[in-house]
T-cell receptor, first 109, second 115 residues
Framework: QKEVEQNSGPLSVPEGAIASLNCTYS??????FFWYRQYSGKSPELIMF????GDKEDGRFTAQLNKASQYVSLLIRDSQPSDSATYLC?????????FGQGTRLTINP | SAVISQKPSRDICQRGTSLTIQCQVD?????MFWYRQQPGQSLTLIAT?????????ESGFVIDKFPISRPNLTFSTLTVSNMSPEDSSIYLC????????????FGPGTRLTVL
């Protein structure tokens, strides 16, 4: 079992809709969870982090964490074509980040 | 977050040669890391660059192949030694500060092609 798992996609969402990205992790001791956005040919950009169960909102982005289910998600409201990118879930364990494979998201105008 | 720069941004090298990648941060940071991102893949941690001491390597990566230096709190280098085409990848450095929740911020990356 991979330490951090994401659906590789591609995930296609119409413009203006909600995009939902999911991630599961295997290490129950993980404390911090991160979402990175990576445009093609660019380096990853941190967009959200969460460390407590529940929801954390920042603009159009909401991160959700359920430690009991070992599940992290990212919701993008009012999706825009500029949100088209690969989204990487990362989990903090033993002072290092473990990344999932990433989900490629396409927002269709 | 600090501003991170990397040199070179890209290079094309011949097999058997070595390339040193530099990572410069505009402020002192606690920890620096080196990652590899192979084409179409996610990020894999190569090592943690420790200031003033030997780097801590992840499983599958060795010092002879990827020597790392970190002479101070703002600078690190990664050397890819005796390169083969399998080393063609993007190499990324990142930084974090212990005062944060371990958020890591990435440099722009170095795109390496080995012929």
């Amino acid at each position: 079992q991979k330490e951090v798992e994401q659906n590789s996609g591609p995930l296609s969402v119409p413009e203006g809709a909600i995009a939902s990205l999911n991630c599961t992790y295997s290490d129950r001791g993980s404390q911090s969870f991160f979402w990175y956005r990576q445009y093609s040919g660019k380096s990853p950009e941190l967009i959200m982090f969460i460390y407590s169960n529940g929801d954390k909102e920042d603009g159009r982005f909401t991160a959700q964490l359920n430690k009991a289910s070992q599940y992290v998600s990212l919701l993008i409201r009012d999706s825009q074509p500029s949100d088209s990118a690969t989204y990487l879930c990362a989990v903090q364990g033993a002072q290092k980040l473990v990344f999932g494979q990433g989900t490629r998201l396409t927002i269709n105008p | 977050s600090a501003v991170i720069s990397q040199k070179p941004s890209r290079d094309i090298c011949q097999r058997g040669t070595s390339l040193t990648i530099q990572c410069q941060v505009d402020s002192q940071v606690t920890m620096m890391f080196w990652y590899r991102q192979q084409p179409g893949q996610s990020l894999t941690l190569i090592a943690t660059a420790n200031q003033g001491s030997e780097a801590t390597y992840e499983s599958g990566f060795v010092i002879d192949k990827f020597p790392i230096s970190r002479p101070n709190l703002t600078f690190s280098t990664l050397t890819v030694s005796n390169m083969s085409p399998e080393d063609s990848s993007i190499y990324l450095c990142s930084e974090t500060d212990r005062d944060s929740y371990n958020e890591q911020f990435f440099g722009p990356g170095t795109r390496l092609t080995v012929l």
